[in-house]
């Protein structure tokens, strides 16, 4: 099979380092680094996508991604597509896998659109189901236990509905300057968040615009975030979790 289009390579020998530097509870940081490297030796290559690409992936391309580096949004739609039909929206950061069903041999169809520049690591699903089970059995330990990680950090982030706007929005930020954010070049203290912008905030929390604009506003009033074109900066980390209520 094909591997999917992309625009280059990445080097082998980048991937062989700073896999433990990935957010924590990610399937990417779980592996040791022994599993890691061998997983790699397999013949994995890291392969970028720019922004708004989508990775191929479906009953189409049965394929998985691990990603490595960006920000992607994940679109399901449960109850079929059209105007007005609600959808499942979701971000994905470094050191996720995305992609699982195709492990089932029940390859949804879902929209997975790169938001930054993404490096991400493709591999066939039914090559990766094969290799995590007679070769790599730590591989999936790993694995299951992020997807375990990942629904639980879903419920937390998304599934609060019954929350006033603005802790759900600082939730969110929250969630993505943990699982996305790198460091302000300016400034260590202030976190960055790439890829996301208003509309897809609110996408993800099934929101109005306008509501999230305000939500948005009343951070910024606070001096907790900047809000730039495709980017948030935390300004204070801190004080975003006291928004939350944790």
Same mark, same amino acid.
């Given at each position: 099979?094909?591997?999917?289009?992309? &625009?280059? !390579? $990445?080097?082998?020998?980048?991937?062989?380092?700073?896999?433990?530097?990935?957010?924590?509870?990610?399937? =990417?940081?779980? %592996?040791?680094?022994?599993?890691?490297?061998?997983?790699?030796?397999?013949? /994995?290559?890291?392969?970028?996508?720019?922004?708004?690409?989508?990775?191929?992936?479906?009953?189409?391309?049965?394929?998985?991604?691990?990603?490595?580096?960006?920000?992607?949004?994940?679109?399901?739609?449960?109850?079929?597509?059209?105007?007005?039909?609600?959808?499942?929206?979701?971000?994905?950061?470094?050191?996720? %896998?995305?992609?699982? #069903?195709? &492990? &089932?041999?029940?390859? *949804?169809?879902?929209?997975?659109?790169?938001?930054?520049?993404?490096?991400? !690591?493709?591999? $066939?699903?039914?090559?990766?189901?094969? /290799?995590?089970?007679?070769?790599?059995? +730590?591989?999936?330990?790993?694995?299951?236990?992020?997807?375990?990680?990942?629904?639980?950090?879903?419920?937390?982030?998304?599934?609060?509905?019954?929350?006033?706007? %603005?802790?759900?929005?600082?939730?969110? %930020?929250?969630?993505?300057?943990?699982?996305?954010? !790198?460091?302000?070049?300016?400034?260590?203290?202030?976190?960055?968040?790439?890829?996301?912008?208003?509309?897809?905030?609110?996408?993800? &929390? +099934? /929101?109005? =615009?306008?509501?999230?604009?305000? *939500?948005?506003?009343?951070?910024?009033?606070?001096?907790?975030?900047? *809000?730039?074109?495709?980017?948030?900066?935390?300004?204070? =980390?801190? #004080?975003?979790?006291?928004?939350?209520?944790?």
């Amino acid at each position: 099979m094909r591997m999917p289009p992309a &625009l280059d !390579i $990445a080097r082998t020998t980048d991937l062989y380092q700073g896999h433990e530097d990935k957010p924590h509870g990610s399937f =990417v940081e779980r %592996l040791p680094a022994e599993v890691w490297h061998r997983l790699l030796q397999t013949g /994995l290559r890291g392969r970028t996508f720019e922004r708004d690409d989508v990775l191929p992936m479906g009953p189409k391309a049965p394929y998985v991604y691990i990603l490595w580096e960006g920000v992607v949004r994940q679109d399901r739609y449960p109850l079929g597509h059209g105007a007005g039909i609600p959808t499942i929206t979701r971000f994905r950061g470094p050191g996720q %896998l995305v992609g699982e #069903a195709a &492990l &089932l041999s029940q390859a *949804a169809t879902v929209d997975t659109r790169c938001l930054t520049r993404t490096v991400a !690591i493709p591999c $066939a699903a039914r090559y990766f189901a094969a /290799l995590i089970e007679r070769r790599l059995p +730590q591989v999936r330990h790993a694995l299951l236990c992020s997807l375990e990680d990942r629904n639980r950090s879903d419920e937390a982030v998304y599934a609060m509905a019954i929350r006033p706007p %603005l802790e759900r929005v600082s939730r969110l %930020l929250a969630h993505l300057a943990d699982t996305a954010g !790198i460091p302000d070049p300016d400034t260590t203290e202030h976190i960055v968040i790439t890829g996301p912008g208003q509309k897809d905030i609110a996408a993800a &929390l +099934q /929101l109005a =615009v306008s509501t999230t604009e305000n *939500a948005l506003r009343t951070l910024r009033h606070h001096g907790v975030i900047e *809000a730039r074109y495709r980017q948030f900066v935390v300004r204070d =980390v801190d #004080a975003l979790r006291h928004f939350v209520g944790a």
